[in-house]
């Protein structure tokens, strides 16, 4: 399988618990995003590296969150000291640098987050 | 707020027929439009798109039309199939530099369903 790959699927935490998610990204594509998908809602920006550089961070992503793409290959998205309203699916798409790209942005099948 | 607004949360069509789901957006900085698919348990695929300076975009079933004046866009598929019920979800990105390529907002996603 060649596509984008998050691991886990699902993650149940209690509050107050750090949680760390993976994502691997298609090989040759050098920039990679993370993206969060709440209940009725589309998918809302939160990062992107190209390859080891996190270039751009929106403001939903609080001091809680920290990503890292440490060899420009994988990444990881930490959130600490969880809370509820983190609760949602948490994507990872992977695309080729621009221009090449253009948007078409790959998509994993996502991490679902539900803190109780 | 809501930059890009789907206000039909959800579209039944019979099999065969037109379904056209629409777009608003408000940000004028937007010149680059996507629809995007989603199947339960996936994550979204890249469907079509299209640039600001165009007004038409077709791929075999799918078409992509866009009115600059009315910031809308609607996407067409005909002839409408089963295989084609997922949310699709509009997105679009503001401007041509470098940093904004993948930085998309979405909207909130319709729901369609094809019935036999």
């Known amino acids: 399988d060649t596509g984008v790959s998050q691991d886990p699927r699902h993650k149940i935490t209690k509050r107050g618990q750090n949680v760390t998610f993976r994502c691997d990204p298609i090989?040759?594509?050098?920039?990679l995003y993370w993206y969060r998908q709440t209940l009725g809602q589309g998918p809302e920006f939160l990062t992107y590296?190209?390859?080891?550089?996190?270039?751009?961070k929106s403001r939903l992503l609080s001091d809680r969150f920290s990503a890292e793409r440490p060899k420009g290959s994988f990444s990881t998205l930490e959130i600490q000291r969880t809370e509820q309203g983190d609760s949602a699916m948490y994507l990872c798409?992977?695309?080729?640098?621009?221009?090449?790209?253009?948007?078409?942005?790959?998509f994993g099948s996502g991490t679902q987050l539900s803190v109780l | 707020d809501q930059q890009v607004k789907q206000n039909s949360p959800s579209l039944s069509v019979q099999e065969g027929r037109i379904s056209i789901l629409n777009c608003d957006y408000t940000?004028?900085?937007?010149?680059?439009f996507l629809w995007y698919k989603k199947y339960p348990a996936e994550g979204p695929t890249f469907l079509i798109s299209?640039?600001?300076?165009?007004d038409k975009n077709e791929d075999g079933r799918f078409t992509v039309f866009l009115n600059k004046s009315a910031k809308h866009l609607s996407l067409h598929i005909v002839p409408s199939q089963p295989g084609d019920s997922a949310v699709y979800f509009c997105?679009?990105?503001?401007?041509?530099?470098?940093?904004?390529?993948?930085?998309?907002?979405f909207g909130q996603g319709t729901i369609l369903t094809v019935h036999p």
């Open positions: 798409a992977s695309s080729l640098k621009p221009p090449r790209a253009h948007e078409k942005l790959f």
């Open positions: 090989s040759e594509h050098n920039r």
């Open positions: 590296f190209q390859n080891e550089a996190q270039l751009e």
């Open positions: 940000n004028s900085m937007f010149d680059y």
């Open positions: 299209i640039s600001s300076i165009k």
């Open positions: 997105a679009a990105r503001a401007g041509a530099g470098g940093t904004s390529y993948g930085k998309l907002t």
